[in-house]
């Protein structure tokens, strides 16, 4: 799913392909992801925390939908969208929901979210509010 309120910089078509090729291969959830260490973006998206796991594969250990600034240190990346697999779709989607809602206790379902790889992506601006929509026109009409 890639939202429709993100705009991408650097057109990276091949981490789309990516996600879809990691979920064919067996992989449960994938999250496109940018590296971030702005606590206000960080506060305000999707946030993510990521690691390497020991093969070198970028892993989703912790995630909250606008953590507010107060637990925006504990995440390192945002995410522009995400793929799952069937099977994982109820958990995944459940775990998502929750986030939003800002229930901070992981359930089992949450374990989807965070057995999630990461593939990363180029900048985007996350269009999710209307102050970031007024600093992207303000800064496109400049």
Known sequence: MLLADQVLYVPAPEAVGEALDLIHAGQES????????????????????????????????????????EGAE??????????????????????????????????????TVLRAVAVEIGPFTDLGTWPAVTAHWTEAAS
């Open 30 to 69: 994938v999250f496109l992801a940018a590296m971030e260490d702005n606590a206000e973006r960080l506060a305000a998206d999707g946030a993510l925390h990521v690691e390497r796991d020991g093969g070198g594969v970028l892993r989703v250990t912790n995630y909250a939908d606008k953590p507010g600034l």
């Open 74 to 111: 504990r995440f390192n990346a945002v995410w522009f969208g995400y793929a799952f697999a069937p099977r994982a779709a109820e958990g995944f989607v459940g775990a998502l929901h929750r986030a939003t809602l800002g229930l901070s206790e992981h359930p089992p379902q949450m374990d």
